[in-house]
Nanobody
């Protein structure tokens, strides 16, 4: 049974940084994509960043240059380093996995498993 556990959310002032972690367990192979999504109150869920099993990354335009993905393959843990945070980055952040490339993953296609989320709040 696949499980995703996120951590690292919190409250920070604008301009600050946070690092989110997502650890996947229950996979028998490593050729899956891992991605971050977010949803703010009253808004639709949006893809933030995705990392395909072959290392290809995709980022939403709104976070390019500020957010960086990395992965510890030995731990099946995906990290999202979030820098220069803005109030509009405030949302619940969810980790998801699926057997799909990063571009499609960012659009929400083919993501089979989801974590419970971690809250990120950025104050001005």
């Amino acid at each position: 049974q696949v499980q995703l556990v996120e951590s690292g959310g919190g409250s920070v002032q604008a301009g600050g940084s946070l690092r989110l972690s997502c650890t996947a367990s229950g996979y028998t192979s490593s050729n899956f994509c891992m991605a971050w999504f977010r949803q703010a109150p009253g808004k639709e869920r949006e893809g933030v960043a995705a990392l395909a099993f072959d290392g290809v990354t995709s980022y939403a335009e709104s976070v390019k240059g500020r957010f960086i993905l990395s992965k510890d393959n030995a731990k099946n843990t995906l990290y999202l380093q979030m820098n220069s945070l803005k109030p509009e980055d405030t949302a619940m952040y969810y980790c998801a996995t699926g057997f799909i490339d990063s571009d499609y993953a960012l659009r929400g296609y083919g993501m089979d498993h989801w974590g419970k989320g971690t809250q990120v709040t950025v104050s001005s």
